[in-house]
């Protein structure tokens, strides 16, 4: 008795690891997202005069970028279109070749950016650039917020 039981619990493991499984990478790339908005937070009150300059916090931002963005394009599996309510679009599997080029120019931008921005006179002239490249890949890959 408690031996089936055991077997059927066992049956019922299988389907549900094969969703987890999709279900994490979804988690996992969603979260890495959340960790550069979080890193790019202090620097939009920057851009927007709501904060001080502070090179250290851009410092963090570019490496935060480019950490996260070199885990990004493998975190798009074919399995991983829908679930865990993301916000990915098909466009994605369409383009794929561009959409990870993308992350590839994110963290280029970034590299850029840490040698470039020196002060906030070079931060305002370069940041909007390097930030450019969420947005874009957001109005082609992302769904928009209604
Ligand atoms: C190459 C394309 C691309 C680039 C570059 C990109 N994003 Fe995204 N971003 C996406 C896609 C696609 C999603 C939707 C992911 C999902 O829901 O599965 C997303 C989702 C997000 C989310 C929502 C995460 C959540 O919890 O649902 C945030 C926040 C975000 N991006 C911030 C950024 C920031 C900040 C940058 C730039 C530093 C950036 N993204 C660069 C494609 C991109």
């Not at 549900?16 to 890193?39: C, G, S, T, Y």
């Not at 851009?47 to 885990?71: M, P």
């Not at 466009?91 to 992350?103: L, M, P, Q, T, V």
């Not at 931008?109 to 650039?129: G, L």
Request: hydrophobic residues 45%; charged residues 30%; glycine residues 4%.
């Amino acid at each position: 008795m408690l031996r089936a039981a055991l077997v059927a619990a066992s049956l019922l493991v299988i389907p549900a690891a094969a969703l987890a499984q999709n279900a994490e990478v979804i988690k996992e790339r969603k979260a890495n997202f959340k960790a550069m908005a979080d890193a790019a937070k202090p620097t939009g009150a920057m851009l927007k005069g709501e904060a001080d300059f502070d090179l250290a916090a851009v410092k963090n931002a570019i490496k935060v970028f480019q950490e996260k963005a070199a885990l990004q394009g493998k975190l798009f599996p074919d399995d991983s279109k829908e679930g865990e309510k993301t916000e990915a679009l098909p466009a994605i599997w369409e383009n794929k070749a561009d959409f990870e080029d993308r992350f590839v120019k994110l963290a280029a931008a970034a590299k850029a950016a840490e040698t470039s921005i020196t002060d906030a006179d070079t931060f305002e002239a370069e940041w909007p650039e390097v930030m450019g490249n969420c947005g874009g890949c957001h109005k082609k890959y992302r769904k928009p917020k209604d």
